[in-house]
């Protein structure tokens, strides 16, 4: 089955730098790739995606890039913010059984220093 | 909100205990999704629901079990509870069985067993 790695899992930056979070997956087949963001207390929530067929893909300070020949993806946060500190979590697609599921990485716990 | 509803938020109980989470989906989404976070596991596949439907297992014990009623609810029960089992359950859900559209997860249920 699909094995996600994620690193690092904690990360501290200085408000205005950057981050990068970097995931493996293990399944070719697999051709989804979304991140979440999880903040204390509440449930994970999607912040972008990306699909196979793009390398990729940016939303105004967030961009999320796909190589999949070397299976891995990784997610770039840039002019970092503190309202950025949260746990997020990379997950690649599935196929399974005549429907799909996401399996998860362990998350990266993301503080930005004011 | 993200319009996935789960209750309850918080659930108290003691070893060999039974309990019931809840989870109603996002209007206009068949399939229902269980994740069980875990402070060193990560967001951990549980079991998927499609119309009603059981579509794919994770690693769910079989003290645990659920169900998706035909008003598309879906009920998670565990049983004969440990200590172990104390973690967050989320609940998420999406438009059809596959994920290349992400999921909604709900804000979770946090069991604590004593």
């Known amino acids: 089955g699909e094995n996600v790695e994620q690193h690092p899992s904690t990360l501290s930056v200085q408000e205005g730098d950057s981050a990068v979070i970097k995931c493996t997956y293990s399944d070719s087949a697999s051709n989804y790739f979304p991140w979440y963001k999880q903040e204390l207390g509440k449930g994970p929530q999607l912040i972008i995606d990306i699909r196979s067929n793009v390398g990729e893909k940016k939303d105004q300070r967030i961009a999320v890039t796909l190589n999949k020949t070397a299976k891995h993806f990784s997610l770039h946060i840039t002019e970092t913010q503190p309202e950025d500190s949260a746990v997020y979590f990379c997950?690649?697609?599935?196929?399974?059984?005549?429907?799909?599921?996401?399996?998860f990485g362990k998350g990266t716990k993301l503080t930005v220093n004011p | 909100d993200s319009g996935v509803t789960q209750t309850p938020k918080h659930l108290i109980t003691a070893t060999g205990q039974r309990v019931t989470l809840r989870c109603s989906p996002r209007?206009?989404?068949?399939?229902v999704y269980w994740y069980q976070q875990s402070l060193d596991q990560g967001l951990q596949f549980l079991i998927q629901?499609?119309?009603?439907?059981?579509?794919a297992k994770g690693n769910i014990l079989e003290r645990f079990s659920a169900q998706q009623f035909p008003d598309l609810h879906s009920e998670l029960n565990l049983s004969s509870l440990e200590l172990g089992d104390s973690a967050l359950y989320f609940c998420?859900?999406?438009?059809?069985?596959?994920?290349?559209?992400?999921?909604?997860f709900g804000s979770g249920t946090r069991l604590t067993v004593v």
């Open positions: 997950a690649a697609s599935l196929a399974q059984g005549g429907s799909e599921k996401l399996v």
């Open positions: 629901y499609y119309n009603g439907e059981e579509r």
């Open positions: 209007s206009g989404d068949l399939s």
């Open positions: 998420a859900s999406s438009v059809d069985g596959w994920a290349n559209y992400g999921y909604t």
